[in-house]
């Protein structure tokens, strides 16, 4: 099931943590706040664990077709 | 590019204003933002003090934190015990340990840990106002703030506070310490932490040790060694940071009365204080080498092309004095709010503790300059002893005094 990626860029303190968790899937935009480069992604754990990793939870995953979240990695 | 019998030794030789760069490495920033420099081994490196540089190699995959741990190659001083550590792998398999301690240290959590970083403070501030003036803000304070909190976090008994403080003073060595004296110190600490991870085997508590036990034994999700190793940098990168970033802040702050004043006028201003000092405080001994990253290919850096399998040292501290980044970046500005700083490092390794550094400093320079009527430094800053051969600035002792209330 496809996943949405959200960053709250309210929340975001640019640690680039999630650009180097999984590469090639978020960047800064030019207020220097992460970005998903496709908001739009099938599964994928290093997405994954980029949400779990940032240290102000400001990635936000959500099945696409429900809008439920999507369960953090074990 | 400097031919490499050009390229100047480093480290080089100390500041003479302990937390800014010295007048060295401002030569070369000025020169270009990716510049060679000679270890002290005598093999090169590659020293990057513009920000947006420096955040690149932080952040980009193509530069390896595991490749520094290749057999055979040189690494100086702390780096000898960090092997195991976090802070030696590369994603994914730092993101698997990593993703095991993330949960504890996220803002939520520490915004609900600040009430009792707050007591804590307020108690050591009691103690203070209770005792003999001039005191050792080194000691009295700014080391038992971070020692105090840490250990309620790992469940480690605060009153070891003087042995694993001495040994951690011991590991965060420079490049000019011997391995032997690293070594042992590293080994009082292991086995120090290997009896407390026995002890809560058998009976676990509500602390991150415990969690990290369970992640081992009930899921396997990281090795004996591992969970030791872990368990120290926690202890040690916990407490020395912290209390040396507080020491050196409120140096600077010392150095720049009209800023410490705003902010007593103006307790408002300290969460952008903290930001402020977190970005102009640089809290690296003389002798510190930023923690190398090995180019796994050829990359091109600050319109520098450096070969596959060079060293590549992130200077995070000196490229937050970058003039391409920050307007007037040598001023001190407690009211700046900079958007960016690499205070914490970015990318896989930035700071675990970031969340919680923050708010402790913002707890401790709220508790000092609230309740401590004209706190000041009893000596001029250029009487600040340092222990000689620390990564991590560590001063002797701060003698401070203040007013009657
Ligand atoms: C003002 C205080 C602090 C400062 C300035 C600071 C700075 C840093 C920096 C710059 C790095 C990245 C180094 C690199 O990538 O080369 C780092 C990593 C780290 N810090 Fe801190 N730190 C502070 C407090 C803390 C605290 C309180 C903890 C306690 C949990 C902590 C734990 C760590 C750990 C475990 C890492 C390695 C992370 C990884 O490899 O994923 N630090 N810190
Ligand atoms: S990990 Fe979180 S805080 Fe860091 S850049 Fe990504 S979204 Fe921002």
Not at chain 2, 174 to 191: F, K, L, N, V
Request: glycine content about 6%; charged content about 25%.
């Amino acid at each position: 099931m496809t996943w949405r990626v959200t960053v709250d860029t309210g929340l975001c303190i640019s640690s680039g943590v999630c650009l180097a968790t999984a590469p090639g899937r978020f960047r800064f935009d030019e207020s220097q706040h992460s970005s998903p480069v496709q908001a739009l992604t099938e599964p994928d754990d290093q997405v994954r664990d980029a949400a779990a990793s940032c240290p102000v939870e400001a990635i936000l995953l959500t099945y696409a077709g429900t809008g439920e979240p999507v369960p953090p990695p074990d | 590019m400097p031919a490499q019998n050009e390229a100047p030794q480093f480290p080089f030789p100390p500041s003479p204003v302990p937390y800014s760069p010295g007048p060295q490495v401002r030569e070369l920033m000025a020169k270009c933002p990716v510049n060679q420099v000679r270890l002290p081994d005598d093999s090169t490196a590659w020293l990057v003090t513009g920000f947006a540089e420096a955040r690149e190699v932080m952040i980009d995959q193509r530069y390896s934190r595991a490749l520094v741990f290749a057999p055979g190659r040189q690494v100086y001083g702390v780096e000898a015990t960090l092997s195991d550590a976090l802070i030696a792998k590369d994603p994914p398999e730092h993101t698997r340990l990593r993703k095991l301690v993330a949960a504890a240290f996220t803002d939520k959590r520490m915004q609900a840990l600040r009430p009792r970083v707050a007591l804590i403070v307020d108690d050591l501030v009691d103690a203070m106002l209770a005792g003999p003036r001039p005191a050792d803000l080194s000691r009295s304070f700014s080391l038992m703030v971070p020692a105090s909190v840490i250990c309620a976090l790992l469940g480690v008994p605060v009153t070891d506070v003087e042995r694993f403080h001495e040994w951690s003073n011991a590991i965060f060595a420079d490049w000019s310490r011997s391995r032997e004296e690293i070594g042992q110190a590293y080994a009082a600490m292991s086995g120090y932490m290997s009896e407390l991870i026995t002890q809560k085997r058998e009976s676990p508590e509500d602390d991150l040790i415990s969690v990290l036990i369970d992640a081992r034994d009930s899921r396997g999700k990281l090795t004996e060694a591992e969970l030791v190793d872990f368990c120290i940098q926690l202890l040690a990168a916990g407490h020395e940071t912290t209390a040396s970033s507080i020491n050196m802040s409120f140096v600077a702050l010392c150095q720049h009365p009209g800023e410490l004043a705003r902010l007593r006028a103006d307790p408002g201003l300290i969460p952008a204080a903290v930001e402020e000092l977190l970005r102009y405080v640089i809290i690296s001994g003389s002798g510190f080498i930023p923690l190398a990253r090995i180019t796994r290919e050829e990359v091109c850096l600050g319109g520098v092309t450096i070969p596959a399998g060079e060293t590549v040292l992130p200077s995070f501290n000196v490229a937050n004095r970058d003039p391409a980044a920050f307007e007037d970046p040598d001023r001190l500005d407690v009211g700046r709010v900079p958007k960016t700083h690499l205070g914490f490092g970015a990318g896989a390794h930035h700071c675990l503790g970031a969340q919680l550094a923050r708010m402790e400093l913002q707890e401790a320079l709220r508790g000092l300059l609230t309740r401590l009527p004209g706190l000041r430094m009893t000596r001029p800053m250029s009487e600040l002893e340092f222990r000689e051969g620390q990564v991590i600035a560590s001063m002797r002792e701060l003698p401070v005094t203040w007013d009657d209330a």
